[in-house]
């Protein structure tokens, strides 16, 4: 939530999807059709925020065929959700900033390097935002752009422990989507 009052602070309209049911799912609204079905009718549900609109969607993927014609009048879409190297789904033809808390453990390290090998064998344009611990953040950075070369080094923000890193963030993500 902090990253949408970020984006919202600087002018920027958001939807969050809430795809792994942990932030709206207490909350979502009452109707007789999931998200699938909502795409169907081309009418979501959403939740209005103080900073965004929300949408619950659980098992839903970025790259959802349907799912572009429905959120053209936002400026971002968030998508709230576990990092999983296998599911990781890249819509072709937009802007991808992806943004990974990393904590200072090895199993979170790890994640958070395959998942940078992965948008860097991907083929598609994209910038990673690392955001947690500095040393975890750090190693991750070193260790991207010294096994997966110079368009790795470019596409890292390291935002670790700065005062207000999703302020931070917010910014730079807008910054790169007018470049």
Known sequence: MRLARALHHIGRTLL?????????????????FDWKHQLERRQLHT????????WYAPGMRADEPALPDMVGS???VVFDLEWDC??????????????????RTDESIRKAYAVLKTLARSGV???VG???????CDHVQAAGCHFL???????????????????????????????
Do not use: K, W
């Open 149 to 179: 070369g110079q368009e790795v080094v470019h596409a890292i923000f390291n935002v670790a422990n700065e005062n207000d890193a999703f302020a931070a963030l917010a910014v730079r993500m807008a910054d790169e989507e007018r470049a």
């Open 47 to 54: 939740l209005p925020q103080a900073y965004c609109e929300a």
């Open 130 to 136: 690392l955001l947690g611990d500095r040393f975890a």
């Open 125 to 127: 344009a994209f910038r």
């Open 86 to 103: 296998a599911d990781l789904a890249l819509p072709p033809d937009v802007a991808h900033a992806v943004v990974m808390e990393i904590r």
């Open 74 to 76: 936002y400026d971002d």
């Open 16 to 32: 969050l999807i809430d795809t792994q049911g942990r932030l709206f799912a207490s909350s979502s609204p009452r109707s007789l």
